[in-house]
């Protein structure tokens, strides 16, 4: 997996989670999603993706809002693979993040690399995706540029969101990561990737852990979170 994941720039851990588990995320999800103000994080852009109204749910620092989203992210099923993907024993936070796509008009994401909104000096950063859902193509799973991340960072679009250039790096053109509940979507900062509307009768639940190796720094003094810094398995060195 992690030969995988170093020459394409992602890898899906089937089943990281149980069914039931999924099952019991996906509620606590919705939940906490009820009690919250609505926070639309659509980029502007989208609306040339689809000519129709999309949107989205989300909550930023979910583990500051709900118990379960703690024991997530220091679960060692979630922290050994991490590890491996920064190559380090040391894991560290940078932010978390729910986004739900409501059915039939849940909002694309434009092509893009993470490294364009918190750049790093060692590009050991990396996303987790929980599903807690199934994905696939029609609910907007996410769709990547194997070996993109390879290039290193590429200048972003600033308008309507830091994204790719539409015409250059079309969604259609990428590959769809189709998932099941319980699986877990690893990627590189580096690599490009969006997703797709939502045009399924059901919702699609997702959970984001970024994660580092904590003697990566950041490039710029961007994207700050309360829970940046937090070490979720080993230690932090400069400590």
């Known amino acids: 997996m992690i030969d995988f994941y170093r020459e394409n720039g992602y890898a899906l851990v089937k089943g990281l989670l149980s069914p039931d ?20 994080p659509t980029w502007a852009v989208a609306r040339k ?16 809002h709900a118990g379960a989203f703690s ?6 099923r979630f922290t050994d693979v991490a590890a491996e993907v920064v190559g380090s024993p040391n894991v560290q936070l940078h932010h978390t993040k729910i986004f739900v796509k409501p059915a039939e008009r849940g909002s694309p994401f434009p092509m893009h690399q993470d490294a364009a909104h918190f750049p790093h000096t060692r590009h050991s950063m990396a996303a987790a995706i929980f599903h807690f859902d199934d994905a696939p193509e029609e609910k907007g799973c996410v769709r990547v540029v194997p070996g993109s991340h390879l290039g290193g960072p ?69 994207h700050r979170s309360r829970g940046q810094g937090m070490m979720l398995r080993g230690f932090a060195p400069h400590v």
């Open 49 to 64: 993706l689809t000519e129709r109204h999309t949107e989205l749910r989300h909550c930023h620092d979910a583990q500051f």
């Open 154 to 222: 590429l200048p972003h679009v600033e308008e309507g969101g830091w994204h790719l250039p539409l015409d250059e790096w079309p969604l259609s053109s990428a590959v769809p990561v189709e998932a099941e509940a319980g699986d877990v979507l690893f990627l590189s900062y580096l690599l490009v990737h969006g997703s797709g509307v939502n045009t399924s009768g059901e919702d699609r639940t997702t959970f984001l852990v970024q994660f580092r190796d904590p003697e990566d720094e950041p490039a710029d003094d961007v």
């Open 21 to 40: 588990e999924a099952a019991g995320y996906r509620r606590e999800t919705h939940e906490l999603i009820s009690r919250l103000r609505a926070v639309d």
């Open 71 to 76: 024991r997530l992210i220091v679960d060692p």
